[in-house]
């Protein structure tokens, strides 16, 4: 399984961008990578999936380097129920033991 | 299309007593999976089922812990004699029948089921 990096925590003010950036070295060649969102006393939440360059739908986008070894989780104008803490997961297709690491804790501060 | 359901979300339960965990999943999903996530923790796969079979336990403590889904009914995950350690927040998962090897099959989260082991 891949081993992932990821910032414990971030602020913010409303209305910035935020970028989460997750540190995968060892990715397998067919893993893709998943980001989760968990609000307190919430289960995670499917956010966006891609494998390479960039991914966007209508909540972030997803920008993944060439070499894969990491990647960017961007948030476009934050609100406070952007406030969450941010899983990013490298799976492969197919597979279903999500592994969760710590993951980021995002402020968002008025 | 209602999401997973769990209940109760808070259960406390005084050490050596049992705690049964329900998960209904969404509809038309046939896969479940149970994750543990302890205090400042990220979640941690614990088991996957199918209707009427446990398909990985992988993750599941040896002892005390079991898990099922019955042809009709919700998804159990049993914890016997529980213990302080086994205070967490237990979230299910569910997922539809895989549509092919090589997509990604989403699991969908409920709200946790949070249990304290006095």
């Known amino acids: 399984l891949a081993k992932t990096t990821q910032p414990i925590s971030m602020d913010s003010y409303e209305g910035q961008e935020v970028n989460i950036t997750c540190s995968h070295n060892?990715?397998?060649?067919?893993?893709?990578i998943t980001w989760y969102q968990q609000f307190p006393s919430q289960g995670p939440r499917f956010i966006i999936q891609?494998?390479?360059t960039k991914v966007t739908n209508e909540v972030a986008s997803l920008f993944i380097p060439a070499d894969r070894k990491s990647s960017t989780l961007s948030l476009p104008r934050v609100s406070l129920s952007d406030t969450a803490v941010y899983y990013c997961l490298p799976s492969g297709a197919g597979s279903y033991q999500l592994t969760f690491g710590k993951g980021t804790k995002l402020s968002v501060i008025p | 299309n209602a999401g997973v359901m769990q209940n109760p979300r808070h259960l406390v339960r005084r050490r050596g007593q049992e705690a049964r965990l329900r998960c209904s999943p969404m509809?038309?999903?046939?896969?479940v999976y149970w994750y543990r996530q302890l205090p400042e923790e990220g979640l941690k796969f614990m088991v996957y089922?199918?209707?009427?079979?446990?398909?990985?336990e992988s993750g599941m403590p040896k002892e005390r812990f079991s898990a099922e889904f019955p042809k009709e009914g919700p998804s159990i995950l049993r914890i016997q004699q529980v213990v302080r350690g086994d205070s967490a927040a237990y979230f299910c998962?569910?997922?539809?029948?895989?549509?092919?090897?090589?997509?990604?099959?989403?699991?969908?989260f409920g709200p946790g089921t949070r249990l304290t082991v006095l």
């Open positions: 089922l199918q209707k009427e079979n446990i398909i990985d």
């Open positions: 998962a569910s997922s539809p029948p895989a549509s092919g090897g090589s997509s990604y099959n989403e699991q969908f």
């Open positions: 509809k038309g999903h046939s896969h």
């Open positions: 060892n990715i397998a060649t067919n893993d893709y």
């Open positions: 891609g494998y390479k």
